[in-house]
């Protein structure tokens, strides 16, 4: 790391004695960091997620019916998943699903 000069020293001084907030403040305005993404990324990103939670979720429980009411015939040879997996699925998709519906435990009062 490159030694720094006095002035630099002292403005690293002064930045690192602030409170969070105000540290926060400083870099937003210098412009230094990348942010976060916008809301319309933000809100495409758990579209995505939620909807492959969806998709495993709804094709666990159309195998486990087709499965249970014998619609499907079983080729020979072939290699099915167990019930105990594909419940397993469902379940681990609904808890994660119920879960996005759960408050916060960290989320502060009056947001």
Request: charged content about 15%; overall charge negative.
């Amino acid at each position: 790391m490159a030694k720094l000069s006095q002035q630099q020293a002292d403005l690293v001084d002064a930045v690192e004695s602030l409170p969070a907030k105000e540290k926060a403040e400083v870099v937003k305005r210098l412009g230094v960091g990348i942010g976060g993404p916008s809301q319309w990324v933000s809100d495409w990103i758990w579209f995505v997620i939620v909807l492959a939670f969806v998709v495993t979720m709804v094709a666990s429980v159309g195998v486990i019916l087709l499965g249970r009411f014998n619609l499907l015939t079983p080729a020979e040879g072939a290699i099915f998943t167990s019930t105990e997996v594909l419940i397993t699925l469902f379940t681990t998709t609904t808890a994660f699903l119920a879960g996005l519906l759960a408050p916060s435990p960290v989320k502060e009062e009056g947001k």
